[in-house]
């Protein structure tokens, strides 16, 4: 249980200063030369180098690290330098290394060769390694940031945060597609949504709540577009004037993000090789009658009195970006029938065929 | 779904200034005299006066006014004034008034008068009504503060927020407890713990994590400490040299939010007449064999071998308070033997009856 270097003590690669220093994470890589070993030591921070010589480090240690199996986990105490020979500008020279735990040989994929490419189903096999795919930690990061950017964002507005049940007796969105649960005998259900709870909060006089918290929807599609367990971003306001009320703060909310999430990621973003986005405000907010208008003028036959399919929805986007100039607008007003819409969803005052609904469509893709 | 008075412009009543304002909110109350009528409009922010003026207002809004039910939701146009009458020192005088929602007579429940207590069966079937009570609304209001300090508090610390599956294949912690769940006729699980998943995310080198999500627990007891659903605040960390590294943050934890929430939710805290807690760092901790000691000398005989029972755990606190001067404190190394604890708790190295764990035991009560 207690190594022999201070764990304690330890910092993370990026946080490093010069003079001593502890490290401890994965051996990316190891070069070993005649009289010298350079490691290359990965956290989730970034990476280092470790430059270890034969004669500065006892021979028990250079033996050790010249056979050191790749992605073992390791601590090393040293001295952080500059060195204008180093590829990061910096290396360690280490005064004491340590194993702290072995990895296994060969390994079961590779994650960091791009010549190697894994199928999707051997990574998920071994997803906690695939998961020390910096491309993949990168996700996971931005997933977190964006998280906070969203706590940020409702909470600077005064929105309470809740936590709503997740065992529910009834569907929120639709009969079918709902997971039963055995509760104690009775049979009971997964939430779709948080919608009743949050409207039943609005009742309350809670007037502005968000939740960020798992639904579960029993849809056995294999799309990229159907998820059975996602974690959704939810809010309700109370207090408005109409549905467009609502857009504006999902417009704030989403160019928030946007705007703001490729600084805290930079690193992030550079990993993945994708251009940080940018969002203006002023989204357009085009009817589905329009919308049919104007995929049909570009060669797309919508069905009428349906929600557009994905092709539609891709067609849409780049008219809309050709028309307005945004890649992103909201669709609203969706064609309203018996059962075709969740029940809460209000129809149009002066035209009962069509729904006050409104979806964000950002680059072909519906985001909210 | 438009109204007179645009609510676009209103405000909260805690956040509005002197001169016009929008407010809008619950009739917590209306005094009818003969030439004037006193209504105190509920926010979630608090509350403040209207004051109507026979011969000031129109006579059907007089009129309207003096027969409103209780707990109608109303807007109300005019101008704030400082006063030197009203109790909270303003009040408003109306340019204009609309009724948004009319209560229906009598109210199901009484929340606000303290000499009408209602069972709380009855609370719970009129549970959108019960939350309007300040009282219970200031519980909600601290829950967000509490999970606002916790994302504050790991995120500073360089903590990835995840959010993990919840529909899981195996139980977690005990395969007694959990609730299944037909996966399209696969029998599935709830997750009992986020356990699993956090600790493969350790393998997978992200260092530190944290979730605060739901978690499932198919314990069919009835007593204020076992609940089937609760939102849980879970944590994960890397390189530590002994449990005591993850005790340390969980104190730090602890003692940011308790000292923190009392500034934070100041009114609050008045509104549910409770003094704000405080709590001190260097909480002891206590190996369940001095806990046997401590329990026993005040006359409270333990069962060896096994944790300490609600009343232990009263005993316990009493006992720490008188000798370490904390309400709180660490119980650790727990009796182990098979079954006794989750399989993934560590047994001490030289005396493996007894495993590394630990609760945290703050006033009779185990909190983490």
Redesign the interface.
């Known amino acids: ?3 022999k270097i ?3 003590k ?1 910092v ?1 690669i990026a946080d490093a200063q010069y003079g001593e220093v502890v490290l ?3 051996v990316q890589d190891v070069r070993v030369l005649k009289n010298v070993v350079f490691m290359i030591l ?3 921070s970034g990476i280092t180098q470790i430059v270890f010589k034969k004669g500065s480090v006892p021979d028990d240690v250079f033996e050790e690290v010249c056979s050191i199996p790749r992605e073992s986990i390791v ?1 090393v105490r040293g001295i952080m330098i500059e060195s204008s020979i180093a590829k990061l500008g910096r290396e360690v020279i280490p005064i004491e290394f340590e194993v702290l735990s072995e990895a296994s040989q060969p390994l079961p994929i590779e994650f960091l060769n791009p010549s190697v490419e894994t199928g999707l189903s051997r990574r998920l096999d071994y ?3 695939d ?2 795919n910096p491309r993949v ?1 990168a996700i ?2 931005i ?2 940031a964006i ?2 950017l969203l ?1 940020e964002f409702f ?1 600077s507005r ?1 929105f ?4 709503t ?3 529910v007796a009834e569907a929120t969105e639709s009969g079918a597609s709902v ?6 005998g009775r049979k009971v259900f ?1 939430a779709q949504s948080p919608q009743f709870y949050k409207q ?2 609005m ?6 709540v968000y939740e ?3 639904v ?1 929807r ?1 849809e ?1 599609h294999h799309t990229p577009r159907h998820l ?2 996602y ?1 959704s971003i939810d809010f309700e306001v109370s ?4 549905y467009h ?1 609502v857009m504006d703060i999902v417009e704030d909310m989403v160019v928030y993000i946007v705007n703001r999430i490729g600084d805290i990621c930079s690193r992030e973003f550079e990993i993945l090789n994708v251009k940080p986005p940018r969002m203006d405000k002023g989204l357009p907010r085009i009817t589905v009658r329009e919308a049919y208008r104007l995929v049909e003028s570009r060669g797309y036959k919508p069905t009428y009195m349906e929600d557009l399919d994905t092709r539609g929805e891709r067609v849409f986007s780049k008219a809309v970006e050709e028309e307005y100039g945004y890649k992103a607008a909201f669709l609203i007003e969706f064609p309203w029938r018996s059962g075709s819409r969740p029940f809460y969803v209000m129809r149009k ?1 002066d035209e009962p065929d069509w729904a006050y609904s409104f979806d964000l469509i950002w680059d072909g893709l519906e985001i909210t």
Chains 1, 2 share one sequence.
């Open positions: 249980m207690v190594s201070d764990l304690r330890r993370r401890a994470g994965f990965r956290d989730v601590a997803r906690f390694i998961l020390r930690l996971f990061k997933q977190s998280t906070g706590h909470r005064g309470i945060e809740v936590h049940p997740k065992i997971f039963p649960v055995d509760y104690f997964l039943m909060l009742a309350s006089g809670f007037e502005k960020i918290g798992p579960f029993a056995p059975c367990e974690t207090y408005i004037e109409s009320d005052l």
